[in-house]
């Protein structure tokens, strides 16, 4: 099975701009999960969709949102884009259930970096 | 804020010998997992242990939990240089609802 897909891999904007960042699950996989990565805070949850629902949400400002289709892919989007929003962008999918309970398998990432 | 808090921050050997991590948290646990990262590449998924298991081993890697003390270990025996990574301990919690990640160890294996 392919993996964990992530686009773009990498990003530049300016701040003020919006970005959507795209997320394809492995396939039959129904829970997909994104996480922020900075040198600073570490790995942060952003929040958590299972068949087009979201199921948790981390504590972000609502700058941050997402959803998820009906074929499971992912998108999330950063409105008005700060400096500190720079970071390693992951997404994760897990084969049952929701990301706390089995392994999720993770994307390369997009490293988007605001200028 | 972190639920993991890990120990060593950095760890640096040489191959061949083992690598210890621990992992500490603080709220029940549904389950407890181990992630490798290469450098600012994805996470790959090692080892779930969950809460009423203590002992769990995958090729070289064995994980130990302990419930009662909040903690975790990772080693890895017989390390090599391709083992060199960051390594993460994440937790699961049906009251949180979400997998909590520590903040890692930095292991370096010098050949």
Redesign the interface.
């Known amino acids: 099975k392919a993996g ?1 897909t992530q686009t773009p891999r990498y990003l530049i904007k300016t701040r003020g701009q919006q970005v959507t960042l795209s997320c394809s699950p492995i396939s039959g996989h129904r829970s997909v ?1 994104w ?1 922020q990565q900075t040198p600073g805070q ?4 952003l929040f ?1 969709y299972f068949s087009e629902t979201q ?2 949400k ?1 504590n972000f400002p609502g700058r941050f949102s997402g959803r998820q289709f009906s074929n499971s892919r992912s998108e999330m989007n950063v409105s008005t884009l700060e400096l500190g929003d720079s970071a ?1 962008y ?1 997404c ?1 999918s897990s084969p049952q259930g ?12 997009t ?1 988007l970096t605001v200028t | 804020s ?1 639920q993991g808090e890990e120990d060593p921050q950095a760890l640096s050997i040489q191959e061949g010998e083992n690598a210890t991590m621990n992992c500490s948290y603080k709220t029940s646990i ?2 407890l ?1 181990w ?1 490798r990262q290469n450098s ?6 090692l080892i ?1 242990i969950r809460s009423n298991e203590r002992e769990k081993h995958s090729g070289r890697l064995r994980v130990t939990l302990d419930t009662s003390k909040k903690s975790s270990s990772l080693l890895i025996t017989a390390s090599r240089a391709a083992d060199t990574a960051s390594y ?1 301990c ?1 937790t ?3 009251n ?9 160890t930095t292991l370096q294996v010098k050949p």
């Open positions: 964990v999960s996480y570490g790995l942060q949850f958590e199921r948790n981390g390693l992951l994760a929701t990301g706390r309970t089995y392994e999720q398998y993770f994307g390369p990432g490293r | 972190q549904n389950n997992q992630y600012g590449r994805g996470l790959v998924h779930l993460f994440a699961g919690s049906s949180t609802g979400k997998l909590i990640f520590g903040q890692g």
